[in-house]
């Protein structure tokens, strides 16, 4: 694995509405199920690509939650591809969703082995990943604001 990931986003739910959601155990608001409790997800990029996101461990400090993800082949069970950390913060009234992490050299199957094509995919994962993440926290906590106005 190879460090060099970096992505960041801006949510415009509060953090605390941002943490209520990513605190949920294995995070089935995001994609659809996978195996032993892990999510399918598209990603963008070029190629897109279907991968398995697991979520190993989240744990909120204070002003920061921190949640360490797994990204693996759908057809890879066990092999993880990108390995992130995916940090809440208060950002404003909003929360800022930074990314960083490692990734595997071979990710984009090139037989040169170059990493910077690699690193280039990588980015391109993290930052739709971030964004889908960023998307959810917004869905969900609108749908939560409607339902308490009408309820």
Known sequence: MIQGIHAETISFSSYADACEIALTPGWPWLGEAGLQGSREVNLGG????RVRLRVSEVQAHGHRTICSIELLEVDRLFTPRIQIELTLQPHGSGTRLTVSGLFARDLTRDPSGDPE???HLANEYARSLIEKVADEIERLKGRSEATGAHG
């Open 117 to 119: 094509g690699s690193r």
């Open 46 to 49: 070029v190629p897109p690509r």
